[in-house]
């Protein structure tokens, strides 16, 4: 399938979160209209789009780096373009946005509940580190 993998820009906002949705990826706990914005405003963070050739956004990435890691968040391939290759594809875009940013090493969490795709991540190279990841609201969202 062909696709256009670009770093996404404002007009893309409904689109890509329309695609977010349909993949099940927005928590109850987070709104992501701002994550796309907070993403896009920041200088070590981007959203990846990949277009399809009618135009439509079939895949994305958020990806970013906290001067040490990268990160990647919102993985998505459009669900009726799935088994295609836009996931592959949009996750070594990110791994090239962080390449070219010096970075040597990417990361991703995947919630518990969302095991099955631990095995496509692993096709693509990465795999599962031991960790215990802990986290604290430092403003918590409504
Ligand atoms: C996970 C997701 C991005 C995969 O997208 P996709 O476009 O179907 O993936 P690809 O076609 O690029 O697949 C790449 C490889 O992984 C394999 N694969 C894809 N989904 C898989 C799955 N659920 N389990 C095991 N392998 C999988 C494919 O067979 C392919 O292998 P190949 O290169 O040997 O053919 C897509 O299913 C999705 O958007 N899921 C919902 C959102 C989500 O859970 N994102 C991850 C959050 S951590």
Redesign the pocket.
């Known amino acids: 399938m062909p696709l256009t993998i670009r770093s996404a820009v404002p007009e893309d906002e409904p689109g890509v979160v329309e695609l977010w949705r349909a993949?099940?990826?927005v928590a109850s706990y987070n709104d992501p209209a701002a994550d796309f914005r907070f993403a896009k405003a920041g200088a070590c963070s981007d959203v990846l789009v990949g277009e399809d050739e009618a135009g439509r956004i079939s895949g994305s990435v958020m990806v970013g780096h906290d001067g040490h890691r990268g990160w990647l968040y919102y993985?998505?391939?459009a669900p009726h373009?799935?088994?295609?290759?836009?996931?592959?594809?949009m996750v070594q875009a990110a791994e090239e946005w962080l390449r070219q940013r010096g970075v040597v090493k990417a990361q991703?969490l995947?919630?518990e509940t969302?095991t099955?795709?631990v095995?496509?991540y692993e096709?693509l190279g990465f795999e599962v580190a031991p960790r215990v990841v802990m986290g604290k609201w430092l403003d918590k969202p409504e």
């Open positions: 993949c099940g990826l993985v998505a391939s373009a799935r088994g295609n290759g836009i996931g592959r594809h991703l995947v919630r969302n099955k795709v095995s496509f096709q």
